[in-house]
């Protein structure tokens, strides 16, 4: 045999070996299946890392909640438990503003007989951090509705003062000028504070308690001039480790497992991405090896189709899902040592990585046949679904802009351009559709008249024409799919080469490729089951 058809053949075999499954790997060359065994144990480890993580996260939010919930009890006069849209409680008279102000101030003097949780006021260096009022107001007005009349100067002025709850009778007396309030040329109140707090119920899920400082600021907001007065109450939570503390029981024990569990996890991803990477390496060099073969043998150059065979996605997905995982493990090692305090940020990142390693078992079924089918269709309708959507995308904007315009003033569903587009995508999939009609407010007729012509052909042209095109798309990839797998899919160079292969011979020595590590366990069944047929299904 002369050396350019063994050569040949040797490229032969790399090639299929490259293309086969898991199971047909181990079948061919009894290599045991270690990139497959790493992914399965990464779903595991960084599922059960997600879970713990995920809990604990639920504990610190519902803590942040729950203390925003506290102080608007605590603090807003009249609050009835339930926001007004946007705002806690509102206004309607002078002497409401006064008692709901001066209500604030006599609270948070109370406040340590008063709160039935673990909240004190902040203090720096052992001295009490003050409350601070802030008034903002036009520099000059002078306005006479009843004359048609006004004298505003446009210039805005601000006053601030801090308040000590151990000596109200005295600063009241001091600063009575202050509340004299001018509210024609009023534009807001702001009161600022900052109170301690320390998140106990994370001992039961043997986690250390955190402190944290509330940074509270109530807004009294008359920028309207609207004669309605609302009223904000925003916190902003910093949590960080306890200065002081002793705690007895399993909780700093179980802080250590977890942080050594989860350099464990760091471990096995970075194992998973440098399997990966390598098997990268390897693909490109094989297709240098193929294409070379094709340069030097036919005076033919691969096409773009056959290269795109080589270049495995699914590879790229775990590398990347891999890095998120490590850089999200990093982050909750942090957290648990009390060095950060990034919780949405850690979550992103290891609820990111979780979704790709999901996603990436698709891979594993798609070496079967009948599971293919899902993988194909979406690989195949992908191009044709972005057009589509790009040409619908055009239509959808203008739908969004013209409905914000005209219906936002009376819609509560139209008030903003992303309210506009979530709810046009909830009519869409026939969501709310009743409600969107019902709650528009019928006082103006020409906007109503408009609105129902604007909604009863949105819903028309999206639900009758564009998703019935989409769902066209992706149901004639569908049967092109099934097709070929009925008639056989188009035969590429590549193809044509493979199958002019021999049975692949099962050996233990082997060219460059035969380093490339498999995928299949031989404690799966399919591992132990001779191929029902031998053709050759490439899978990228």
Sequence with gaps: ???????????????????????????ARRQLPWKLGVQILKIVMITSQLILFGLNNQLVVSYKEENAMTFKNLFL??????????????????????DSLFYVLDQYRQLGRLSVGPISYAEEDGKLLPLVICKEYYKRGNVEPSDDAYDIDAQLEKVCMTHDPTNVSQWKAENVSFFNLEFYRLVDIKITFQLKGINLQT??????????????????????????????????????????????????KNTHYL???????????????????????????LLQRFSRFFRENYNHKVCETDQKEFLNGWYVLVI?????????????????????????VCSIFLGTSTLMVWVGVIRYLGYFQKYNVLILTMKTAFPKVIRFCCCAGMIYLGYTFCGWIVLG???????????????????????????TFAQLKDKNSLVWLFSRV???????????????????????????IK??????????????????????????????????????????????RAPSNDDIILIS
């Design 1 to 27: 045999m002369s050396q350019g058809i063994i050569k040949e053949e040797i490229l032969r075999d790399d090639l299929k070996y490259y293309f086969m499954s898991p199971c047909e790997k181990y079948r």
């Design 77 to 98: 006069k009249d609050y009835s438990g339930v926001d007004e849209e946007d705002y806690s409680v509102a206004l309607y008279s002078q002497q409401a503003v006064y």
């Design 203 to 252: 001992v039961r899920s043997h986690e250390l308690p955190d402190c944290y400082v509330f940074f509270v600021t109530i807004t009294f907001d008359n920028q309207c001039h609207s004669g309605k007065i609302k009223i904000f109450l925003d916190i902003d939570a910093l949590s960080s480790a306890c200065k002081n503390w002793m705690i007895s029981g399993t909780a700093q």
């Design 259 to 285: 942080l050594v569990f989860d350099g464990f996890v760091i471990l096995v991803c970075l194992t998973s991405a440098v399997l990966c990477t390598r098997s990268i390496v390897l693909a490109v060099k």
């Design 320 to 344: 990347v899902s891999d890095a998120m995982a490590i850089v999200g493990s990093i982050l909750k090692m942090e957290i648990q040592a009390k060095s950060l305090t990034s919780y949405d």
């Design 409 to 435: 003033p009376y819609h509560e569903k139209f008030e903003g351009l992303s309210r506009v587009a979530e709810s046009l995508f909830s009519l869409v999939n026939g969501d709310d559709m009743y409600t």
């Design 454 to 480: 604007y909604l009863y052909s949105f819903i028309s042209l999206f639900i009758y024409m564009v998703l019935s095109l989409f769902i066209a798309l992706i149901t004639d990839a569908y049967d092109t």
């Design 483 to 528: 097709n070929y797998q009925k008639n056989g899919f188009p035969m590429t160079d590549l193809q044509r080469f493979l199958r002019e292969q021999k049975d692949f011979p099962p050996s233990e020595e082997g060219s460059e490729m035969d380093t490339e590590t498999g995928m299949g366990h031989p404690a799966l069944c399919c591992c132990r």
